[in-house]
C-alpha cells in the first residue's frame, strides 16, 4: 500500500490511514509525500515500512507554504492523470528555443574595462534612485561589481547616498567615518558595530574597500561639495537604537533622557532577544511596549525644532540620526509582534520601514533644497517589483515595488543572478560563516537559462529589444540565496516563480562566481565544501 498526501505537517492525518490499513494486514505500507517536516518525516519511520519525503525544509512554516499553486485538486482531476500519466504538462518552464538568440544578441561581456557599464550609465541617465541587488549576501561578484558602479553613480551623476540593507546605528558609524567625522581609524574598525549575524554581509574585504574608496573621495571634495553618506534601512536594531536615542537625549534634555529610559525599561522585563518580546506581545497586547515607542517618538519629534537648531548642521544631523533611530525603535517593536502573526504582514512591515528610511533620507538631504540622489544595496528580493513574483500573489510588497509605484521611471532597478560557483553562507540561523558550493541551476530558471545561452559575464538591458523583453516576462524560476544556503532542498528553499522583466529593469549575470572573503575567517570557510566528486575528482 501507497498511502500519498500533499504534505505532513503534524502527520496526524497520516498515521490515522496508517492504523487503519494495518487491519487489512498489507506486507508493506509506504508512505509518500512532496514536502514533510524532518521532526513529522524521521517520527513517521516507527509507523510504516518507508517514508518518501521529497523535501524536508526548515523552519517547515506550513504544507502550502512549498507550493506555488495550492489550489484544490479534484477527485476527477486524479483519476485523469492516474488514467493518462503521460499526458501530465511538464513544469520545468516556458520553452527558450529562440530565447537564448535574443539574449546573445543584447548582452556583451563584462571585460573589466572602465566602459563595461556604459550603457547601464545610459539606461540609468538623470534616475534618482537606482537599486543594486544581489542574488545571495555572500557572492564576491555581486559586491564588488556593485561597488564598481556605485563609483561611477558618484563621480559622474552626483549622487550622495548609499542606503544599504542593514541596521540603522551601525551604518551610521561607518557614514560618520566616511564623511570625516567620526574617530574610527580605518574602514575595518568603522564597521566595528556589525556584530549581528550574518557578521559577513557587511564585515567583509569588498565593502572594506569601497569605505576606504568612499572616505578617499570624500576627503577629495571641495568644502562646498555635497560628501557621499552611507546609511542603514533594516529595523533589527531595537536594543542599539534605543540606547543611541539614550545617548542622544542625555546630551541635549537630561529630563526629556528620563522619560525616554522609563518608556524603554518596558522592555526590560523580556531580557536582550527581541522576539522573545515578540512572542509574548503577540499574545498578550496589554504587556506590549507600543503605547512607550510610540510616545518616545512623538516627543521627539515635538521638540526637532529646538533640538535641531541648537548648532547649526551638526545639531541637525545627531537630531535625524536620534529620530531615525527612535522610528526604528518603534517599527521594530511592531515588526517582532508581528512576526507570530503571519510571515507575509512581517515582511511588508519590513520592507515598508525601509521605504519610510528611504523617505526620511530623501527629506533630510533634500533640506536646503538639493535633490536627493539615492543608490540601494539589497537583496534581489527586496529590490525586484514583488508584482512580477510569486512574493506579490501572497501579498507582499518589497522596496523595489514601493518605490517604483512613488517615483516611476525615476528609479532604475538592476538585478544579479549566478549558475554556479561558491558562496559564503551558514547551514542555519546563527551558525558560523561556511563556503558552500553552489550548484547549477535549474532547469526552467533564468539563471540556466543565461547559462545555455552565454556562459559568462554579461548585462542584460532590455529596454531597446522588445523581442528579449516578452522573452524574459514569460514566468521562470529564479533562485534566491540569503545568508543561509541549503542545497539539499535547493528546489523548495531557494527558488521562486518571476517574470524577469517586469521585475528589474536591467540584469547582471555573471555565470561562476566565489565566494565573498569575510573579515573574520572561521575554519569551516577556509576548508571550503569538498567537491562531490572527491575523492576521483571527476
Known sequence: MILVDDGLATGATMRAAVKALRQREPARIIGAVPT???????????????????????????????????????????????????????????????????????????????????????????????????????????????????RRLIEEKGFTAVAVEADWPDAYRVNRYVRGAGEDFDAAEALADFRRFPRWMWRNTEVVDFIDWLRGHNDALAPNLEKTGFYGLDLYSLHASMKAVLQYLEQVDPDAARRARARYACFDHFGPDPQIYGFIAASDLDRSCKDQVVSQLVELR????????????????????????????????????????????????????????????????????????????????????????????????????????????????????????TVTAASDWDSVAERKRVRPALAGSCEALFHASLPARFPLIWQRSRELSEALREPRLERAIGVIYRPETERASHYFQARLSDQFDAVLHFDETRAVEPLEYTAEWETGELPETFPFAV
Not at 107 to 114: E, F, K, P, Q, Y
Not at 123 to 149: C, K, P, Q, W
Not at 391 to 405: A, I
Request: one cysteine or more; a negative charge; aromatic letters at 10%.
Open 36 to 150: 514533510a517536516s524532518p521532526e513529522t518525516c524521521e517520527e513517521l519511520r516507527a509507523e510504516v515500512d518507508e517514508v518518501v519525503c521529497a523535501i524536508t525544509p526548515q523552519p517547515f512554516y506550513a504544507v502550502g507554504y512549498w507550493y506555488e499553486d495550492f489550489t484544490q485538486t479534484t477527485d476527477q482531476e486524479v483519476r485523469e492523470l492516474l488514467a493518462h500519466p503521460e499526458e501530465v504538462p511538464a513544469t520545468t518552464g516556458p520553452a527558450d528555443t529562440t530565447v537564448p538568440e535574443a539574449v546573445r544578441g543584447a548582452a556583451h561581456r563584462l571585460t573589466g574595462a572602465a566602459e563595461d557599464y556604459d550603457p547601464l550609465m545610459d539606461l540609468i541617465g538623470d534616475a534618482r534612485f537606482v537599486l543594486l541587488g544581489e542574488a545571495s549576501h555572500g557572492t564576491y561578484e555581486f559586491y564588488h561589481e556593485r561597488a564598481r558602479i556605485t
Open 302 to 421: 515635538r521638540r526637532a525644532t529646538e533640538y535641531a537648531k541648537r548648532d547649526g548642521s551638526i545639531a541637525e544631523e545627531e537630531f535625524f540620526y536620534a529620530e531615525q533611530n527612535a522610528r526604528v525603535v518603534k517599527n521594530a517593536e511592531e515588526y517582532y509582534r508581528s512576526m507570530f502573526f503571519g510571515e507575509v504582514s512581517s515582511w511588508n512591515l519590513r520592507d515598508g520601514h525601509m521605504v519610510e528610511t528611504l523617505e526620511a533620507l530623501i527629506a533630510h538631504l533634500g533640506r536646503q533644497g538639493r535633490r536627493a540622489k539615492v543608490i540601494v544595496w539589497a537583496h534581489n528580493s527586496h529590490l525586484g517589483d514583488a508584482r512580477a513574483t510569486a512574493m506579490g500573489r501572497r501579498g507582499e510588497v518589497n522596496v523595489g515595488q514601493l518605490v517604483r509605484q512613488e517615483y516611476g521611471r525615476e528609479a532604475v532597478l538592476v538585478g544579479f543572478t549566478t549558475d554556479h560557483g
